[in-house]
């Protein structure tokens, strides 16, 4: 009898025995699904004193600048000792003399020439003197030819006297007449002579004062202390009326005209005065300077040399009062003193004209202020701002907050944020609300 068929019955009641085990223990458990993670970067959210800035780059140059330009000309017989470009001179000194020569001598021609119109003055008054004596003398004589002429001609009417006698009588009395009338008319010409000699003595002195004051010129002083940025003569040139012979840049102070973007003086002005800008406020730009300094906002300009960065005080001036028609800048001019003192103590150089500098306005500080950094900023579909949050639990928030002014790369945060609170810097992908986050800290481990 053949039984080998029979084998198989064994494995397969082993098999079917198995599988109700199986199906009696139940179902196999489900695998629980990974959740998903996302790795952002992160920073705590902490309340400080934040003192508002905004910065604008310029060049250095001079306060007052002074150009000597020549108002005589002559050959240079001096120069001041050591006069070079970049060397100090102090008010008062004399930089430049021209030859005095030429000035002297028309001052002596001047001077004798006014002693002639003096004396010719002189003269006129004495002959007017003589001519009003001769005049007195004249009409004396003339009385004595008309009591004369009347005695003859009453012998005449008598018939003791002749005709001819009456004739000669007359004739004495016209004559002495007319020579009256010439010396009334010599004495009635000296006032218009006496107004022309001193016009002309006039004149004279005029040429006199202005033959002084171009001797004055031939000595050119330095009007403050200051450093001699140009030199464009020398000793023995001979120099011709309007060149310009130096250029003297005063040691009082500098300015820099530094360009601002116009939202740099909102913000600013904003942060200042606690978010809210008054009504109509910044308008005029020509006020701009008055206003920030009843903000409390000052300056300081700051010189980057061989790695190092000083620092000078600075009062804000003026504003420009137009926008650069290239760069859409404003430029604001501030007043350094003293730009050549250096100070050792501080490690402050002296500040030169030509300098590139940036010029940092700062306004008073903002107590328990809360600021981010721009790039954690984030606007919904409808413009309104809101940040990314982790929570306690490491998850995703997104939370709602009111923006104030921009502060360089962080943003014034007025309203949602308390501190303490985890901001996410890195925007998560996905952005989904509640999502488990790996926070990672910007030069550590999360």
């Not at 109700?20 to 990974?34: D, H, I, K, L, S």
């Amino acid at each position: 009898m053949n039984l080998r068929p029979l084998l198989i019955l064994p494995p397969l009641v082993l098999g079917v025995l198995g599988f109700v085990w199986m199906t009696r223990q139940g179902q196999p458990p489900v695998a629980e699904e990974p959740q998903a993670t996302v790795a952002v970067r992160v920073m705590q959210v902490d309340p400080g004193r934040i003192t508002p800035t905004a910065e604008g780059y310029g060049r250095v140059e001079s306060a007052h600048r002074w150009s000597a330009v020549s108002e005589v000309e002559g050959r240079i017989t001096r120069l001041a000792e050591g006069l070079a470009e970049g060397s100090f001179v102090d008010a008062g000194a004399v930089l430049v003399e021209v030859d005095r020569t030429d000035y002297d001598l028309a001052i002596r021609k001047t001077k004798a020439n006014i002693a002639a119109a003096e004396a010719a003055l002189a003269e006129i008054d004495r002959k007017e003197a003589n001519t009003e004596r001769n005049l007195e003398i004249e009409q004396r004589t003339l009385d004595v030819a008309q009591t004369e002429y009347d005695r003859v001609k009453s012998l005449v009417e008598s018939g003791t006297s002749t005709q001819s006698a009456l004739n000669s009588a007359e004739k004495v009395f016209f004559a002495q007449q007319n020579a009256l009338t010439n010396v009334t008319n010599t004495l009635a010409l000296y006032p218009a002579q006496r107004a022309s000699a001193e016009a002309t003595l006039a004149v004279r002195r005029a040429e006199l004062a202005e033959a002084e004051r171009a001797l004055g010129k031939t000595t050119i002083t330095a009007p403050f202390r200051g450093r001699v940025n140009a030199l464009n003569v020398e000793a023995d040139q001979f120099i011709r009326t309007g060149e310009t012979l130096l250029t003297l840049d005063s040691a009082a102070a500098a300015e820099i005209t530094a360009e601002f973007a116009p939202r740099a003086f909102r913000n600013l002005a904003l942060a200042s005065v606690g978010g809210q800008l008054p009504q109509g406020a910044m308008v005029d730009t020509s006020l701009l300077s008055g206003m920030m300094g009843e903000m409390g906002i000052t300056a300081q300009v700051v010189l980057d040399l061989a790695g190092t960065h000083a620092r000078y005080d600075a009062r804000i001036m003026r504003l420009r009062g137009t926008l650069d028609s290239q760069t859409g800048t404003l430029g604001l001019v501030v007043q350094v003193d003293d730009p050549y003192l250096a100070n050792g103590a501080t490690e402050r150089p002296p500040l030169n004209p030509g300098s590139f500098v940036t010029v940092v306005l700062s306004a008073p500080p903002i107590p328990d202020a809360i600021a981010v950094p721009r790039t954690a900023l984030q606007l919904d579909d409808d413009g309104a701002a809101f940040v990314f949050l982790a929570d306690a639990d490491q998850r995703l928030e997104v939370r709602p907050v009111t923006v104030g002014p921009a502060l360089g790369a962080d943003v014034l945060i007025t309203d949602g944020l308390s501190g303490g609170e985890t901001l996410v810097l890195s925007v998560p992908s996905p952005s989904i609300p509640g999502i488990r986050l790996i926070p990672v800290t910007p030069g550590g481990d999360g």
